[in-house]
């Protein structure tokens, strides 16, 4: 049976001939002498391994056969119609590109019939030195260092700008763009080699098998991919593009994909960066390595945690899923809902974990203890702490990171617990008069048999501490930098210390919930097992330009205590986006309502077009001015956005998708929330305001293609 192999524009099969494509490849996978593929070499071709193959009347596809290792494979170069396939088969050539290993098409172009130079055709001087000469990078370099064709640099060499080498970089999609976009964000040359890997590699005498070997070097895989099986071939075919972050990885992706690691290891980087596309892979790639191993995959939200589980099934729905905790296979929940698993599991064994966490005896809990809970203990026992200590948002944080961590129990352990980190100073008084708002709060959740999250995380850990129970073999955590103490110290409970552990992914940048953790306290060690990604596949340069104007100014720390740097660059060009100032919520609504409008005429589904705003507020007030100028649209709650219909979302339910064309309606704080912040300590306030400008940054990078920002003066 011969291998496909499938280039990424091949991948890009026009919907009209995708199940006939889909036919055609799985009878070429399975026997490349079926009757009716026609696999017929081309006279005359510039690479004698060409081959067209017949996928209807009017369609060909492009192809190149290799006998490499005693196995047919076929590399797939596209899909076209009769006359053109016939032509640019004639013209390609597949080889291995002798400075850095790595497969690359040719087009042989016919010979140019030859013509007198017209006098008015007169090169036009550029007033701007080109951009690649003021980064320092040398012709000669590009071509014997990194390989890059000698026509693509003599285009590069002369670019003005970022943009103008960007657009250069999306014609020639794989490895070649990616080290334009490199380039132009003016890494070096030496650091491009290491990152792809690149090397030149001896002959082995046999042309087909050092093909073979090229198109499995790591960088190739940012261009081809070998198609495993029939399975895999029909959701390649089906999703259209690959779902190109599903198959085409970075060699650096790739990296933390396959490698494995002494301790917990965390990612970073920015929105868009590939963090989750890493982590999905990497679930995949554990289950292959060890068969049977209990994998635990998890992040901050149930939505998040619902689109995890989405992904993995698209990337390779054999993955076997674990329904319960402590099963084998791969187990997709919120960490809440981890947490909740632990403690039904533990039924009334808890009473021990109760004791050590809350210093109360208590029975198993029924309830969620209620939101509001803070806010209601603070009016009902007229305490005389100023307003920026007694408010929710500074008791809850209190109560988080201070006291459940340390299991204080009491008033003399609050009085002498260590406070790293929060910014609230407080005397002795001050701590006291914060105890009796505790215990008011524990004792009433006592009375109604409830535990708030952050408790029920810390018992369910302590829980797993006293039972030396690891329901995990490993551990994947997506979107860490919103999680809270006590689901770090479950985290760390809940798989045994040792290789491959915990696998973190994490980005301050987009921390829209809670405050600022340090891993270190929490016994999650990482020790030099960091890496960074700085190359964004989502959004278009000019859209993550704006995104990081968002958060220009703000100190952003990462879980490691350590100020979060920027650097990001993305691997695709579109248009400004477009900022509109509004005075009124009326005249918003009907601005978002004409963009729209004018994207639905232009053509767009309603589908790839989504509109995010603050609250549920105007997220009801959008849905029926759209739904009124006769626009299908839809609220996005807990569900997922529905086909054939306009999607409209809060900015924190914005959180894990994206839309070729977003709406961004940034509005305003409300009075209620200027009241609330205003009585914050300074140190509680800032910290609220960088949630409040990495919520905008979160959202603005939803667009991959288009973005309109509507703001209210």
Request: aromatic content about 6%; proline content about 5%; glycine content about 8%.
């Amino acid at each position: 049976m011969p291998t496909i192999i499938m280039g990424k524009l091949a991948s890009k099969i026009d919907g009209s001939v995708r199940g006939k494509a889909m036919s055609f490849l799985q009878k070429l996978g399975a026997d490349d002498t079926t009757p009716g593929l026609h696999i017929e070499p081309i006279q005359h071709s510039a690479d004698p391994r060409v081959r067209t193959g017949r996928v209807d009347e009017f369609w060909r596809a492009v192809m190149f056969r290799l006998d490499g290792g005693g196995e047919t494979h076929y590399v797939i170069h596209g899909i076209w119609p009769h006359d053109d396939a016939n032509s640019i088969a004639q013209r390609v050539r597949l080889r291995v590109n002798p400075i850095n290993g790595l497969p690359q098409i040719e087009e042989i172009d016919p010979a140019p019939t030859p013509t007198r130079a017209s006098p008015a055709a007169k090169t036009i001087a550029r007033t701007e030195e080109p951009l690649f000469a003021r980064l320092g990078h040398e012709r000669i370099d590009l071509i014997e260092r990194l390989g890059l064709p000698d026509s693509i640099v003599s285009q590069a060499v002369v670019a003005s700008n970022e943009d103008e080498v960007l657009d250069l970089a999306q014609r020639h999609d794989g490895w070649i763009g990616t080290i334009l976009v490199d380039l132009a964000a003016g890494d070096d040359i030496e650091a491009i080699v290491q990152r792809m890997e690149l090397e030149k590699t001896p002959s082995s005498g046999n042309d087909d098998a050092d093909m073979l070997q090229s198109l499995k070097r790591p960088a190739a895989a940012l261009q081809y991919a070998f198609i495993d099986d029939q399975e895999e071939l029909r959701r390649v075919i089906e999703g259209g593009d690959f779902g190109a972050w599903r198959i085409f990885l970075h060699p650096e992706q790739r990296r933390y994909v396959d490698r494995s690691y002494s301790g917990p290891f965390r990612l970073a980087g920015g929105a868009g960066t590939g963090k989750t596309v890493v982590l999905v892979h990497r679930a995949r790639a554990l289950v292959r390595r060890r068969p049977g191993a209990r994998i635990i995959f998890t992040t901050f939200t149930t939505n998040l945690a619902d689109a995890l589980g989405d992904s993995l099934t698209q990337l390779d729905p054999r993955v076997p899923r674990a329904q319960a905790l402590g099963e084998s296979g791969v187990y997709v929940t919120g960490v809440d809902a981890l947490a909740a698993a632990v403690l039904r599991t533990a039924g009334r064994g808890l009473a021990p974990a109760m004791q050590e966490v809350l210093g109360q005896e208590r029975v198993m809990p029924l309830a969620r203890t209620a939101p509001t809970r803070w806010r209601e203990v603070v009016e009902s026992t007229g305490t005389l702490l100023p307003h920026e200590i007694a408010n929710e948002t500074f008791l809850a944080s209190e109560y988080a990171h201070v006291v459940l961590p340390n299991k204080v129990h009491d008033e003399v352990g609050y009085l002498r617990v260590r406070r790293p980190g929060r910014g609230v100073a407080l005397d002795r008084a001050k701590r006291r008069a914060v105890w009796a708002l505790i215990e008011a709060y524990r004792a009433t959740s006592r009375a109604d048999g409830s535990l708030d999250f952050a408790e029920a995380a810390a018992v369910a850990a302590a829980h797993l501490r006293a039972s030396d129970a690891h329901p995990a073999d490993h551990v994947l955590v997506d979107e860490g930098q919103d999680l809270s103490p006590t689901h770090w110290l479950l985290l760390r409970a809940i798989v045994g210390e040792g290789s491959d552990d915990l696998f973190i992914a994490e980005d301050s940048h987009q921390r829209i919930y809670g405050t600022r953790v340090v891993l270190g306290r929490y016994g999650v060690a990482i020790v030099g097992r960091s890496q960074r990604l700085t190359l964004n596949y989502r959004t278009t340069a000019q859209n993550l330009h704006y995104a990081m104007t968002i958060l220009a100014g703000g100190e952003y720390i990462d879980l490691q205590n350590v100020p979060e740097s920027t650097g990001y660059r993305s691997a695709r060009t579109g248009p400004v986006p477009v900022i509109e100032l509004v005075d009124s919520l009326a005249e918003e609504t009907a601005v978002i309502v004409r963009h729209v409008r004018a994207w639905l005429d232009a053509g767009d589904s309603l589908e790839n077009i989504a509109v995010l705003v603050p609250d549920r507020y105007h997220r009801d007030r959008v849905v029926t001015a759209l739904t009124d100028a006769g626009i299908d649209a839809r609220a996005v709650d807990r569900d997922r956005p529905q086909p054939g219909r306009v999607p409209v979302l809060t900015m924190h339910r914005a959180k894990g998708t994206e839309f070729p064309k977003v709406v961004l309606a940034a509005g305003k704080p409300s009075p209620a929330e200027t009241e609330r912040l205003a009585i914050l300590d300074p140190s509680e306030r800032t910290d609220a305001e960088l949630r409040s400008r990495s919520l905008t940054y979160v959202a603005a990078t939803r667009a991959r293609d288009q973005l309109v920002v509507v703001r209210r003066s």
